[in-house]
Structure formats: C-alpha cells, structure tokens
C-alpha cells in the first residue's frame, strides 16, 4: 500500500510564497510520476503540476510554481510563487505508476489527504 502525507499549506498574503511537501512511502518512489492538484470549493478538481523525468504544469501556474522531488528522501515539493486569492484551494499529491505523464485526476493511483492553502488579498 502506498502512502502519500502532504504538509506545508496554510495562509499567506497575495504575493507571498509557501512550499508543499509530499512524503510517499511503501513501494519505489523513483517510479512513479508525483502530480499535485488542487480543489477550490465549488470547483472540480484540477492539474496543477506533475513530474517524472519532465516537469509538467497548467497554464495558469506556469511560471509560478516549481515541482521537484528527492529521491533519496521519498518526497515532492510545489514551491509556489507570486500567490494570488485565486490560488486558495486544498492541494492534493497524488502518485500514478505509469510512463507518461497524466493530467486528469482519474489516472492517479494513489492520493493524500490534502492541505489547505488560503491566499489573502
């Protein structure tokens, strides 16, 4: 069973940063490709960013937000950057043990529980 335990939401000013952090445990973390999602109320779950060899982003955080992983610490990271109210969501680590990378929440295997970032105008 693969395990995934986000941390590193809270609240922050627009304009303000904060990084995510995605601890996996239970099976080979250097597999998978680590996506991040997000969920703002009312709203259908939606990419964010997502990586394997290759990083992979929205549009609409593109420039913003960073994706990485440790291998060597079993973890990913968002860093998000230039956070604007509209970023104010939970975010979601999901892990899909695949070859290509996905976009779409039902190709992800595996999900955390989610943290909440509020970003405040």
């Known amino acids: 069973q693969v395990q995934l335990v986000e941390s590193g939401g809270g609240l922050v000013q627009a304009g303000g940063s904060l990084r995510l952090s995605c601890a996996v445990s239970?099976?080979?973390?250097?597999?998978?490709?680590m996506g991040w999602f997000r969920q703002a109320p009312g709203k259908e779950r939606e990419f964010v960013a997502a990586?394997?060899?290759?990083?992979y982003y929205a549009d609409s955080v593109k420039g913003r937000f960073t994706i990485s992983r440790d291998n060597t610490k079993n973890t990913v990271y968002l860093q998000m950057s230039s956070l604007k109210p509209e970023d104010t969501a939970v975010y979601y680590c999901?892990?899909?043990?695949?070859?290509?990378?996905?976009?779409?929440?039902?190709?992800?295997?595996?999900w955390g529980q989610g943290t909440q970032v509020t970003v405040s105008s």
């Open positions: 999901a892990a899909r043990y695949s070859n290509s990378a996905a976009y779409i929440p039902s190709a992800y295997d595996y």
């Open positions: 239970g099976r080979t973390f250097s597999s998978p490709v």
């Open positions: 990586i394997r060899r290759s990083t």
